[in-house]
């Protein structure tokens, strides 16, 4: 049981023993002091009565604990999952006081009033609990792992990147550019977002003409831009030399804002094998077992239900990489395993040894394609929204002749799993389309075509 479950399930007997002590408490002052119906009974049986309480509190929650989930959105299993609790914790309480002979048993002012007082103070504690505490708790978990993941992250890049000198300003950097290089390339990734744009580095304005400009696979992120962003891309658009853009949306802003036409080619992780690609990752497994990798960006609630019943489907654990971007409230709860010890390297891994593979993000969907994975890309935004990045999936999937792979979350597993990929075809389409964007980016180098 890792961390959130054993705190989650603490709190849960926290939760129970408050709630069952506080009703018998507020049903004795009712029905024992100011309504007098309740008889006083012997101390010995007072003692055994509670202790028999106690006894039944901790054997339900022992056994109940295990499904709580209190980072789950659903109130509807909220409720059942409350009175399933309070039903059994009074059933067996009960039937032990039954079979202990106990005379309090008799006394159905109590027993009735406490049992109702019980679960109003067991659904109140779990409200108060969920939307107000595990949210602190979570949220400084998620402080201190992030620094380990950043860790991680650092250590890969000083062992894996060649970087320039440091310049102060894009002045200086467009001044030793005249000097150092020969040609200065951008990409890939969403890089002509509106907002880097604004922020003018991507653009190669900086770049004196005299040195070649190159933007290889680089990616508008959304299918249009504002206006404001328009007339800048118009200007950077036109001075960079040779521009090839990762999606068939972007092929046509392009020609659509600069009047040019430029061809698709694919993302940079697209032109090495997954053969390659094992030169910067361990051989071994790192994770043991059988295993569903889940890579979610986006905060889609109908994603994470998918995998957990893609769980209960295939007996597989899930492993899940949280809080990529930000704190997700979706990514709580979830996942049996959330490692935050994990650099580029060991996400190639993780993707390889999976079993299944549920994703929203791109490369994750281009890695478990080069793996041959099992996998599930879902969108991470309404198709029809002018921000949606989905476009970059359509022409992945496209370019590679896979379908059906591109799900919504709400489909039946059993179909779902019956889907089959051929990827010794898909794997020839990507060579094809791998070789051409070579033979691309080679001219580009070379300062050849346009």
Known sequence: MNQQKRFQSGIEFIINLI????SHAVAYLIFGLIIPKIQNYERNDRVEYTIVLLLSAIIVSLYFSVE???????REFELTSTLKNCFLTYALFGVMLILTKNPIIDSRYLFLSSFAFYIAFSLLGRYVFKHYMIKKFSKNRYSE??????????????????LSPKYNSKAELGTKCKDNYSSVLVGSDQLWLPGNIAA????LNFVPESVNSIAYATSFGQSSLPKDSEKKAEKFLKK???IGVREESGQKLVKEIADRNVPVVCDPTLLFTGDEWMSIQKKEPIVEGKYILCYFLGNNPPHREFAKRLKEATGCKIIALTHLDEFVKSDE??????PYDIDPADFLNLIRNAEYVCTDSFHCSVFSILYKRQFFTFRRYNRNTKQSTNSRLDTLFNMAGITGRLLTGEENIVDCLKIETDFESVHKKLEGIRQKSYEYLLAALKDEGS
Not at 145 to 162: D, I
Request: no cysteine; proline share 0%; glycine share 2%.
């Open 145 to 162: 792992l992030s620094k380990v993941r950043a860790e991680k992250f650092y250590a890969f890049s000083r062992k894996q990147f060649r």
């Open 19 to 22: 709630s069952l002590f506080a």
């Open 68 to 74: 709580i989930n209190f980072s789950v959105r659903n």
């Open 240 to 242: 960079i030399k040779h």
């Open 333 to 338: 709860g979830y996942a049996d395993e959330t």
């Open 200 to 203: 003018d580095y991507y653009t």
